[in-house]
């Protein structure tokens, strides 16, 4: 319910949930995002209050080379987010849209990291860097990162550090903070609200 009223797909949440890519947790019934090796092992969680507080971090022993993802069957293209909810949020837009959002590969980044003074020096994120190593065939990289500071400067240093054989598109929502705003604002859903009581 609680990602159903972030506007994301029931469908969508439904399959992510009978995959054990999704789950509810007890007793603080947090909504939780599971990454999955290439065996299927749960490698990594990221958990999500759904409280009014809306307290956010990684699990205990998680390891952000495996962080949430949805592995399509383009494996020409892969697209590239901050957090889980707005690589939903991304699925259910192609969904609206009536694209095939199971074809797509979509990764989130397990969170954003500070890029080096010299973007230049910058090193690959370690997820992003986990993805290609596996998925060899990967031709174009797609960012959606979020519409802040932190956003644009991790999303121009990815376009810089990213070797020239992949094609790198930069592609923020078009209005919002991030794709979950854009896709709520499409849907007619206030997060304003909820933004002034997040915590890290």
């Known amino acids: 319910e ?33 990454g999955r090796d290439e065996s299927g092992t749960a490698r990594y969680a990221a958990y999500r209050a ?8 990684d699990a205990e022993g998680s390891d952000k080379h495996f962080s949430f993802r949805l592995v399509g069957t383009n494996k020409d293209e892969v697209h590239l987010f901050e957090c889980a909810i707005d690589l939903l949020s991304f699925a259910t837009l192609k969904k609206l849209d009536g694209s095939d959002w199971r074809a797509l590969n979509l990764v989130s980044l397990a969170g954003v990291y500070l890029p080096k003074i010299k973007f230049e020096d910058s090193k690959i994120p370690i997820a992003l860097e986990s993805y290609l190593t596996v998925n060899s065939n ?19 240093t990815l376009c810089i550090i990213l070797p020239d054989r992949y094609e790198v598109v930069d592609a923020p929502p078009p209005t919002g903070k991030d794709v979950n705003d ?3 604002s499409r849907l007619g859903i206030n997060r304003n609200r909820e933004r002034s009581n997040e915590h890290r």
């Open 2 to 34: 609680y990602l159903f009223g972030r506007g994301i797909d029931y469908e969508i949440i439904c399959d992510c949930i009978q995959k054990g890519l999704i789950y509810e947790s007890l007793p603080h019934h947090n909504a939780v995002f599971v």
């Open 50 to 57: 759904t409280n009014p507080l809306r307290i956010m971090g």
């Open 138 to 156: 990967t031709k174009r990289i797609v960012l959606h990162l979020d519409n802040d500071v932190v956003g644009r400067n991790i999303a121009r």
């Open 182 to 184: 854009f896709l709520c």
